[in-house]
């Protein structure tokens, strides 16, 4: 590696330059965007560097540092491999493309709340979005369960000031329900976390597989699968959801996606990688829960007029996607899980974005009062469209290429194992039908058909929003039509499962 730490480099520069932005942004109101937005396109250009190398069949990087020797020694380590690069460079991604996007609509939005232009407020917006990216790479390359904990809650610091500061219908209440579901599953995870240690003596990552036998082995890994589900939201969890997506800023709501989806690479690190043999036991009720939420999801989301929540429900059903192929236990389905969950943060943050750009032209988040807008907003329906077909697996895009993988390893289950696990496998193929109607459906609402009379004057998005938003749809349309961008790194991150 050329450059020194860069996986320390990833975590700690924008963690360094939160109070930085906080000041600066006093004299450079919305202009802190590009400062942020060069700040984390460096860190991009070092996860790009760390793939490369790996991608031609360099060693995974491995970068330890002392942490605590008082009670414990505990080590603060950053580790890449092929699983960890791709869903750091995914959700970095979508962070560098929202944060541009944010320039304006952000500004826009200080301007509904407060009535007036407020640079102190951009400043304090952007150096909390910074926080975003530290907590998500920050997970992605943890060594230890104690870092992931961590990192998991300062994810909920810029999403609780976010949504109090920003968000629409009852932020203050929607902010504080964000704020307890998050701790509480965090605090679900430290119990389990704590349980491995008192039975392996460590809370390393790479030392779970020494959990296997151990007399609180299941307590341990159920209590950790309850802390990720609650933050899944997968169905019977899923209250807090289309709360807090849809009433967050739009800016944001892709992030926040791409927070929820990420327990599913945690899933792969703890569960598939290192503790399979617990996880198998597991396997079908998460699947069939995993089915439920796919279906639920659907409907729910189906249900919806106001275009904001409509999205914010349709996170239910998709993230489950990825639930049911890490579920499988099968290296397609884990590869294939992973996958899914890029493509989804990609489609995701296009589709809720461009919402946000309706909001902003429109003023109008429900889809019964729009119509006709592709003569107005044709990159915005051109986006929609590329989001939706994302969404609903259509080639050449992301979204394909994933779901076939992810299938062939569910079904590989069904095959493996009781009529149990086909028919969970025959209900899921189905479930995916419901997802072009869900996402088609309000793009023929909003964008077709005679526009109501409030609705002829309306303007395209700024270039600010809609360039960001084009980059992610080219990111997905590339690893569509070369899925071995991304399976190259996945496959050999599952070598030892069957």
């Not at 826009?108 to 926080?131: A, T």
């Not at 997506?245 to 996606?257: D, F, N």
Request: neutral net charge; proline residues 5%; charged residues 10%.
């Amino acid at each position: 590696m050329i450059l020194p730490a860069p996986l320390l480099q990833v975590v700690l520069i924008p963690t360094i330059a939160v109070p930085i932005i906080a000041l600066a942004g006093r004299r450079l109101g919305k202009r802190s965007s590009w400062v942020v937005g060069s700040i984390l396109a460096y860190t991009n250009l070092l996860l790009l560097w760390t793939a490369y190398e790996l991608w031609f069949g360099g060693e995974p990087v491995l970068e330890v540092y002392a942490w605590s020797n008082t009670l414990f020694a505990l080590e603060m380590g950053f580790y890449a491999d092929g699983l960890s690069i791709v869903v750091a460079l995914a959700v970095n991604l979508v962070c560098n493309a929202l944060v541009i996007f944010s320039t304006e609509y952000l500004d826009h939005r200080i301007h509904v709340i407060y009535q007036r232009e407020s640079k102190p407020l951009n400043g304090l917006y952007y150096s909390l979005f910074l926080l975003f990216s530290t907590g998500l790479l920050g997970i992605c390359f943890a060594t230890n369960l104690i870092e992931v904990y961590v990192f998991l809650d300062v994810l909920l610091i810029p999403l609780y000031f976010i949504m109090d500061h920003f968000g629409y219908i009852t932020r203050h209440r929607v902010a504080t329900m964000c704020f307890i579901w998050g701790f509480v599953a965090g605090a679900l995870f430290l119990v389990g976390s704590i349980m491995v240690f008192s039975q392996t003596g460590s809370f390393q990552i790479s030392d779970l597989p020494a959990l296997l036998g151990k007399p609180l082995a299941i307590w341990a890994s159920l209590f950790m699968i309850l802390g990720i589900l609650i933050k899944l939201a997968v169905f019977g969890f899923h209250v807090w959801l289309p709360w807090v997506h849809a009433e967050h800023p739009s800016c944001i709501a892709g992030v926040l996606a791409v927070i929820v989806g990420i327990e599913n690479y945690l899933i792969a690190r703890i569960f598939v990688q290192n503790l399979l043999g617990i996880f198998e036991l597991f396997s079908l009720p998460l699947m069939v829960w995993a089915v439920i939420t796919m279906v639920y999801g659907a409907y729910l989301t189906i249900a919806q007029d106001d275009v904001k929540r409509l999205y914010a429900c349709s996170t239910i059903g998709q993230t489950a996607y990825s639930l049911l192929g890490l579920a499988s236990c099968t290296a397609f389905g884990a590869v294939g899980g992973i996958f899914y969950f890029v493509s989804h943060a990609f489609g995701k943050a296009i589709l809720f974005s461009i919402a946000g750009a309706l909001v902003y032209r429109t003023g109008v988040r429900d889809m019964r009062l729009m119509g006709g807008l592709a003569r107005a907003m044709p990159v915005s329906a051109t986006l929609c469209i590329l989001g939706s077909m994302i969404l609903s697996a259509i080639p050449p895009l992301s979204g394909f290429p994933a779901e076939w993988i992810m299938f062939i390893g569910i079904f590989q289950a069904g095959t493996g194992n009781n009529a149990l696990y086909f028919a969970i496998a025959i209900v899921g193929i189905f479930a995916t039908f419901l997802t072009p109607v869900y996402t088609f459906w309000p793009v023929m609402r909003i964008f077709f058909g005679p526009p109501p009379p409030t609705m002829v004057n309306v303007r395209e998005a700024p270039v600010s929003m809609l360039a960001p938003l084009s980059a992610l749809a080219l990111a997905s349309f590339l690893i569509g039509v070369f899925p071995e961008l991304i399976t190259r790194l996945l496959i050999p991150a599952f070598a030892g499962i069957p």
